[in-house]
């Protein structure tokens, strides 16, 4: 069966296993297939830890993550990780052209994939205006991008794999208002149930879930307009 992509948790507690105390505590969320989820909270909160649970690279402590309602630790691990892409906190881009950069870690992509992910991401336009266009050569010995054009790059390689989820790490931190809206919508036609963490209150405002997280608990969650009815940190950051 393929993934629609709805992503639970209950009462969810995780710590590394070389660290004393637990990074998240007693986390329960529930996702509808589809939809984008915000999650922000200060450095440190537990983020990149939470994301990280869902593709099983690390397993938590207590409590159940289901995905369609099955429990995720009774699942193939490589069917798992197939059906979630993942775009780490860090960009790594080697030197190579723009479509073996795209296509890593799935070779056997073919243009037409390529681009269309490309599309998706929102960097598509960009890589045409080069001379060479998806036959650019990235790196030292070739065109430098920008920060904001890595990161749609990265969320391109993500894509190729046609995910059903997809984890974005502070990966639109870089992209303008316009254009961030732009991709979660692109997201949101192909049913990507996405998970955006991010700080900025712009990606928010269009989250269908937004998780607040505050040293690793799970301080307020729901719409934008429900948190700024209830929620006081949240409507800190909203006015800073
Ligand atoms: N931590 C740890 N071992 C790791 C990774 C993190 O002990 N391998 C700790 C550091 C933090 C806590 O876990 O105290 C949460 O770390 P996260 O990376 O999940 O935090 P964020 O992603 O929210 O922080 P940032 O915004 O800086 O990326
Ligand atoms: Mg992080």
């Known amino acids: 069966y393929t993934m629609n992509g709805a992503v639970t948790f ?4 995780f710590q590394y296993p070389d660290t004393a105390a637990a990074v998240l505590h007693d986390i329960s969320f529930e996702t509808k297939p589809g939809t984008t989820v915000a ?5 440190g909160a537990g983020k990149t830890s939470l ?3 869902i593709p099983r690279l690390y397993e938590q402590n207590a409590g159940v993550i289901k995905i ?3 429990d995720i630790s009774t699942l193939n691990t490589e069917y798992l990780r197939d059906s979630i892409g993942y775009v780490p906190q ?3 881009l080697f030197t ?3 479509r073996e950069n795209i296509a890593w870690g799935k070779e056997d992509a073919t243009l037409d994939e390529i681009i269309e992910a490309a599309k998706l991401a929102q960097i598509h336009d960009t890589i045409i205006q080069f001379p060479l266009g998806y036959d650019t050569i990235l790196g030292q010995k070739g065109v430098n991008l920008s920060g904001g054009q890595k990161q749609r790059l990265t969320i391109a390689r993500a894509l190729v794999r046609k995910p059903c989820i997809l984890l974005l ?3 639109t931190s870089a992209l303008d208002v316009r254009t961030e809206a732009s991709l979660l919508q692109a ?4 049913s990507c149930t996405t998970f955006l963490i991010t700080q900025k209150i712009s990606s928010t405002l269009h989250a269908d879930l937004i998780l607040l997280l505050e040293d690793g608990s799970l301080l307020a969650q729901g719409s934008h307009e429900e948190l700024i009815a209830d929620c006081a940190l949240y409507q800190r950051i909203y006015e800073s």
Do not use: F, K, P, Y
């Open 10 to 13: 209950e009462h969810v507690t």
């Open 39 to 43: 999650i922000m909270g200060a450095t």
């Open 51 to 53: 994301v990280g649970l």
């Open 68 to 70: 369609d309602g099955t």
């Open 90 to 92: 860090e960009i790594i």
């Open 96 to 98: 190579g052209t723009i």
């Open 169 to 171: 790490d502070d990966s």
């Open 187 to 190: 997201l949101r036609n192909i």
